[in-house]
């Protein structure tokens, strides 16, 4: 069962110039993970107030892109986003039961969790997580 989107990532060619375009773009700020050898900065995107007066939003990941850009005329080459998962091998049975392909093994984020990306069958990219604290909100 899934719980909901919890974090995206922003994949960069060049994650200064990145930084610096969302980071006056929207405010956000940016502040690096110990992510193993991977530079990767998480994103504190803020809180926006919802209908009900709650604060809600997600916060996500800035790293270095590791594949083809998407080039001029290409459809949307958008943000990925992780939905966190109850439990992740079930999951990964039922979207490749769905069609959707995993894009790496199963990996174990340290103090994070355990994380699988997939494209699914419309070519989109997105990723799912277990979290290693049952109740963890975000990455």
Same mark, same amino acid.
């Given at each position: 069962? @899934?719980?909901?989107? %919890?974090? +995206?990532?922003?994949?960069?060619? &060049? %994650?200064?110039?990145?930084? !610096? ?8 700020? +940016? ?13 504190? *995107? ?17 790293? @270095?892109?590791?594949?083809? &850009? ?16 109850? &439990? $992740?091998? @079930? *999951?990964?049975?039922?979207? *490749? !039961? ?19 990306? +997939? ?5 989109? $990219? ?6 290693? $604290?049952?109740?963890? !909100?975000?990455?």
């Amino acid at each position: 069962m @899934a719980v909901g989107i %919890i974090h +995206f990532e922003i994949h960069a060619n &060049d %994650i200064g110039r990145a930084r !610096k375009f969302y980071g006056d773009l929207f405010g956000w700020s +940016f502040e690096q993970a110990n992510v193993g050898q991977m530079e990767y900065w998480l994103i504190r *995107t803020g809180r926006t107030p919802a209908r009900d007066g709650e604060k809600v939003g997600i916060d996500g990941g800035l790293l @270095a892109k590791n594949g083809k &850009d998407a080039g001029e005329g290409a459809s949307p080459n958008a943000f990925v986003c992780t939905i966190q998962v109850e &439990d $992740i091998d @079930a *999951t990964i049975e039922q979207a *490749t !039961k769905a069609g959707a392909v995993a894009q790496m093994s199963k990996d174990n984020l340290p103090g994070v969790g355990w994380l699988c990306y +997939f494209k699914d069958p419309e070519d989109n $990219i997105f990723g799912v997580l277990q979290a290693e $604290i049952p109740d963890q !909100k975000s990455m």
